[in-house]
């Protein structure tokens, strides 16, 4: 029996394309994410059953943060634990695959915990499709830390969510940003880091200095930031592990800001302002080696590199107002690729490579938005008071960024929105929130 299951998002121009769709009852779900809307995909998690007693209190909590990683996408739908007709009681007993399709599940997921000798936490899980009635691919195990129980049960949404999309996962990922409290005329910023929906905060700094646009190394590891507490801009380096940090070699007389690493991670690129002009500079992370990479009288500022290292991308005041352009990553001559009407700025390339996020100020609003390399096809996500400073995820499909709300009290908050425009969504922090930058995939 012929079958085509597909799950359709709005523009086929802000997605990448996935490998074809299953078309027979034997052939494993896909998702294919095309243009159109259409309903999201149905899914049943029920809680992982415990191989063993010390697994019971884990079981439920793994499926719950699954269950939310993968609805959080906009790309699946949970069905609700009070609908199922089954229950799994033993991951090795087979599954009645027609009590799920009478609750219209087109996939689902199931797991076991245990504790070994060792006192580390065991999981196994299985992704089916239940209209085929089979399991896609073989089943995987997991092991870690007992207090890492979080992170295990990302790694399991980031499976189910690459093994249906065909797309790389993000949800095993961190958010590093400034923690904002206090009241507007007196706001304390510190870094703090996160997993990517919002759990797990800790602290990096206090808030005794101003800090502003933290920003990974490719591996994750390290934290590049500007801080004020010399009462200049100042570029620093910290280590996520040991929160030790450094200062960057800097000049006398100069003000150093809106560092990014190259994709080496040996290579930092920013903004030096010497003299009343601000140019781009690159070093090397440890030191020396200073290269200046643009001579203009205007503001160059927010450097970003591509994939593979060879460009920059940045925001340049040189036309009169800030606008985006791209050079080789040696520096030399720049392109304009912003051609719209207003204000652009903090360009960020994509890790796919496709696609440049950016900041637009227009006709009194703020937009987070997207466009081709070379400028065509510009795409605004996003519209509100203030919207700025987009950061992309690991697989380059959902962007986070900073809404602050209008008024004296005015809060900054982070939200994350598709690459379609779709889902959008605030990221629940404890505190006022700004800056977000996303981490790669922790390995």
Do not use: C
């Amino acid at each position: 029996m012929k079958r085509i299951l597909t799950l359709l998002i709005a523009s086929v121009l802000w997605a990448a394309p996935f490998s074809a769709l299953s078309t027979a009852a034997q052939e494993p779900l896909r998702l294919e994410l095309d243009e159109g809307i259409f309903e999201p995909l149905p899914f049943a998690v029920p809680d992982f059953v415990a191989d063993n007693g010390a697994g019971a209190e884990f079981g439920r909590k793994i499926a719950q943060v699954i269950s939310d990683d993968l609805t959080g996408t906009g790309l699946f739908r949970q069905i609700s634990k009070d609908a199922f007709i089954s229950q799994i009681t033993s991951f090795s007993s087979p599954v009645q695959f027609a009590d799920w399709k009478a609750i219209n599940a087109q996939a689902l997921i199931s797991g076991a915990v245990s504790v070994d000798d060792t006192g580390k936490l065991v999981v196994r899980f299985r992704i089916y499709d239940v209209y085929a009635d089979q399991e896609l691919g073989q089943g995987l195990q997991l092991v870690g830390t007992q207090d890492g129980w979080r992170r295990i049960a990302h790694k399991v949404a980031d499976q189910v969510y690459s093994r249906i999309t065909g797309e790389g996962g993000y949800f095993d990922s961190r958010v590093v940003f400034v923690a904002e409290s206090g009241p507007k005329d007196n706001r304390q910023k510190r870094l703090a880091i996160m997993d990517y929906d919002g759990a797990g905060v800790k602290y990096l700094t206090d808030s005794s200095a101003l800090v502003l646009a933290p920003r990974f190394s490719p591996t994750g590891d390290r934290v590049l930031y500007t801080s004020y507490e010399t009462g200049f801009p100042k570029i620093y380096v910290l280590d996520v592990a040991s929160v030790g940090r450094r200062p960057l070699e800097s000049q006398d007389g100069t003000m150093s800001f809106a560092p990014r690493f190259a994709p080496d991670g040996r290579t930092v690129v920013f903004s030096l302002t010497k003299g009343g002009n601000t140019d781009l500079f690159r070093m090397n992370i440890d030191g020396g080696g200073t290269e200046r990479l643009t001579v203009t009288p205007s503001i160059e500022t927010a450097p970003s590199f591509s994939p593979d290292g060879s460009q920059i991308v940045f925001e340049s005041d040189r036309s009169g107002s800030p606008q985006l352009y791209i050079m080789s990553a040696s520096g030399g001559e720049a392109r304009r690729i912003s051609n719209g009407q207003g204000r652009y700025g903090t360009p960020v390339w994509s890790p796919r490579g496709d696609l440049i996020a950016f900041t637009k100020q227009s006709k009194g609003r703020f937009h987070i938005g997207v466009m081709r390399v070379d400028g065509s096809e510009e795409r605004l996500l996003t519209a509100s008071f203030l919207d700025e400073g987009p950061t992309w995820s690991p697989n380059g499909r959902v962007i986070m960024f900073t809404r602050e709300t209008q008024g004296a009290a005015g809060r900054s908050s982070l939200y994350s929105v598709d690459i379609t425009g779709r889902n959008l969504r605030q990221v629940t922090t404890t505190t006022g929130a700004s800056d977000p930058a996303w981490s790669p995939l922790q390995k």
